[in-house]
């Protein structure tokens, strides 16, 4: 062998050259921050000896409690990315009429591609299944999910995808083929280099992860429900994860597929979606929209939960409609899977199949409506609360309305062929998704976040927040729409038309407050943590709660629940309340089994990690020795016979009694003074 086949067979297609500096200022910052927040983090744990800690309370924690909270840690990173990149891409099109702007067409693409790709697949995506991680076992009366191991490999697998789609801020460069990756124009031909093999990859194996999560789920709610808790008993919340998890059972295949069909045209010379040869791209195109449109409502309905909780919970009434909002998750779930087609109307259908699929769209406003008018009649004549997360609501109603209503009219197939490729597609789809998702996602961070952690959060700085992310969202979306008509189209780094200007500076004025609102996430949450004595709730009910989450010191104990609960109505904390039960001793109490810890999920995801690394740049060897790791790792956990513990039941009394000892002695405060230093986490309606 040569010397250069010797380079090539150690490192592929890497060279020096991939490294930083990239001679662009912008890619150099973000390298730098890339470089230096990981390098940060590693000097504070070193400097405060915690690697131990971390090592065995939280990475090796099969405890769904802590997976989930991981889970929305990686949520926050990849939010913070992708919010810099939206900054960006605003300033570029403001900045960019009848002018250069601030970074080239390349880096523009660039910046689209991976905005979308953090945003749906790292950060809305581990944002949701945290929360369904946490709340959902709770919520049903379980100790854990039915496979905690297979909760953690999927955690490591999307951490391990999120790490790829990082890498690609300090070492070469990331796709510019949007979030979708359409070939050809990803195919080798038209996008050579490794950018399209980072999303490849990064996305292949978030979406193992979000499977992995979706069976978990759906299993565990079917077979690990307390006793009397029957279906049409689970919180509404419990519903929207039933059926999102069946929804990433379904939808997630056919992306792993396509991605695995566009690496091996890119890889091994096959032709399933080129020009020529037999390729057809129209094939990808139906298997990502297969996935793609249950994908918005994989991420929609769990925020739908949020707000049936959060609605429900400071109206101080019971969820309006029950049934009919049950039937309205299933009926969207559905007919999710009914309409991919209409994300192709311009892509040459005939005009029966187009009206078709256009009247399957709009059948979905239906139980949507359902959904919205219930919401409205829970607040009905209610006694509402207007903290930070119902604030949150009111906003996401008003905004989803708008959103829904552009929605019914881009499915009409003719408007669609006029306004597809134009901006005014970029304000419906970020108005369904910004309230629709993150704010849900918002709201319930902060509904959940005294039952996680033991404290509340502080209001000030949370309806600070809600006002920069309701009005930056409102002030950078809501042009877009104009603009759109006007035919500003989408994906474009550069203007010429000077009428464009004033709503693209307000849009970027927009992007500037929601940035703003971020900042007062991270100062609440500061804030929060010093003043924690203060906001203390340990009680574990510092809302006036209805389901069984609340009936829990805050945070909860690893088996949840020391007695496991009987449940007799959709609301069965609320009912133990009126009957003065919720604090009473049980009659007796049980050793509780818990699995182990174990760093496996751990070593899968660092090899997963490593494997697509190589491959994104042709380490062959380095590839092999990742995959067999990742299985090697699996089969030594399958001949792995102790896997449980025992908290002995005198461990589990002791703990219980002292909760409810302090439960008893705690003040009961009016749902009104929940705000009030004085609520401890035992909320209760008085008036």
């Known amino acids: 062998m040569t010397g250069h086949d010797w380079i090539y067979w150690l490192f592929g297609t890497l060279r020096w050259s991939d490294f930083p500096p990239k001679g662009d200022l912008i890619a150099d910052c973000a390298a730098g921050i890339a470089i230096a927040a990981p390098l940060a983090v590693v000097v504070l744990l070193t400097v405060k000896h915690r690697w131990r800690w971390l090592w065995e309370e939280w990475l090796t924690s099969l405890d769904h409690k802590r997976i989930g909270i991981m889970y929305t840690v990686i949520a926050f990173v990849m939010l913070a990315r992708a919010l810099i990149e939206a900054g960006l891409m605003r300033m570029q099109q403001a900045l960019a009429v009848n002018a250069d702007g601030v970074v080239s067409p390349e880096h523009f693409a660039q910046l689209f591609s991976t905005h979308g790709t953090a945003m749906i697949f790292f950060t ?40 790829i789609v990082m890498a690609s801020l300090v070492v070469g460069k990331f796709a510019i083929g949007g979030w979708s990756a359409y070939p050809p124009f990803t195919e080798t031909p038209f996008s050579p280099g490794e950018g399209v093999d980072y999303w ?89 929209w297969l996935f793609g449109h249950p994908e918005v409502y994989i991420l929609v309905l769990p925020a739908f939960g949020i707000w049936s909780e959060v609605i429900s919970t400071f109206s101080g009434k019971r969820l309006y409609g029950y049934p009919s909002m049950v039937f309205a998750v299933m009926c969207i779930a559905v007919l999710s899977f009914t309409v991919w087609l209409h994300h192709f109307f311009t892509m040459g259908q005939s005009a029966s199949v187009n009206a078709a699929f256009g009247i399957a769209t709009m059948l979905i406003g239906i139980p949507t409506g359902v959904k919205v008018y219930d919401w409205l009649l829970t607040m009905y004549r209610g006694r509402i609360r207007l903290t930070a997360p119902m604030l949150f ?37 970020h108005n369904m998704l910004v309230p629709g998702t993150l704010f ?58 000077a009428e464009y200007e004033p709503f693209l500076l307000f849009a970027w004025a927009g992007a500037w407050l929601i940035a703003f609102g971020f900042v007062a996430l991270l100062v609440q949450l500061w804030l929060s943590v010093k003043r924690r004595d203060e906001l203390a709730a340990p009680i574990g009910d510092p809302w006036d709660g209805h389901s069984l989450e609340w009936w829990t010191p805050s945070p909860p104990p690893e088996y949840n629940f020391a007695v496991l609960p009987k449940v007799v109505d959709t609301e069965t904390f609320t009912v133990m309340k009126r009957q003065e039960s919720a604090y009473r001793s049980p009659d007796s109490y049980e050793d509780i089994e818990v699995p182990r810890n174990t760093g496996i999920p751990v070593i899968i995801g660092a090899a997963a990690c490593v494997c697509a690394f190589a491959l994104v740049w042709h380490i062959w060897w380095a590839a092999v020795a990742g995959f067999a ?59």
């Not at 690990?224 to 994860?241: D, K, N, S, V, Y």
């Not at 499915?411 to 006029?418: G, Q």
Request: charged share 10%.
């Open 200 to 288: 490849i990859w990064a996305v292949s194996l978030a979406s193992v992860g979000s499977m992995l999560s979706g069976i978990n789920f759906a299993v565990t709610i079917y077979k690990e429900r307390a006793p009397g808790m029957q279906l049409f008993r689970m919180p509404l919340f419990c519903w929207c994860a039933l059926c999102t998890a069946i929804l990433m059972i379904f939808a997630m295949p056919p992306l792993t597929v396509a991605t695995g069909l566009l690496a091996l045209d890119r890889y091994a010379g096959f032709h399933f979606f080129t020009n020529d040869l037999g390729g057809n791209m129209m094939a990808y195109a139906n298997m990502f």
């Open 393 to 429: 609501a009111i906003t996401f109603i008003a905004c989803f309305v708008i959103g829904g209503l552009s929605g019914i009219i881009l499915a009409n197939p003719p408007v669609d062929f006029a306004v597809h490729n134009s901006l005014f597609l970029v304000a419906h789809f």
């Open 440 to 497: 849900g996602l918002l709201a319930g961070y902060m509904f959940w976040f005294p039952k996680v952690f033991g404290f509340r959060l502080d209001e000030r700085w949370g309806r600070i927040a809600w006002v920069c992310w309701s009005g930056g969202f409102l002030a950078a979306f809501m042009p877009l729409y104009i603009l759109g008509l006007m035919g500003a189209t989408r994906r474009t780094a550069q203007f010429y038309r």
């Open 124 to 163: 809305a995506m581990p944002f949701l299944t945290g929360v369904i991680n946490y709340v959902m076992p709770l919520q049903i009366g379980a100790r854990d999910l039915t496979f905690p191991f297979l909760n953690a490999v999927g955690l490591w697998l999307t951490a391990a995808g999120a790490g």
């Open 629 to 687: 790791a990742a299985w090697g790792a699996l089969i030594v956990r399958s001949f792995d016979t102790d896997q449980m513990r025992t908290i002995p039941a005198a461990d589990v009394r002791r703990q219980h009694e002292a909760w409810l000892t302090r439960a008893r002695a705690a003040t009961p405060i009016d749902r009104f003074a929940e705000l009030e230093p004085a609520n401890r986490g035992r909320a209760v309606a008085t008036q």
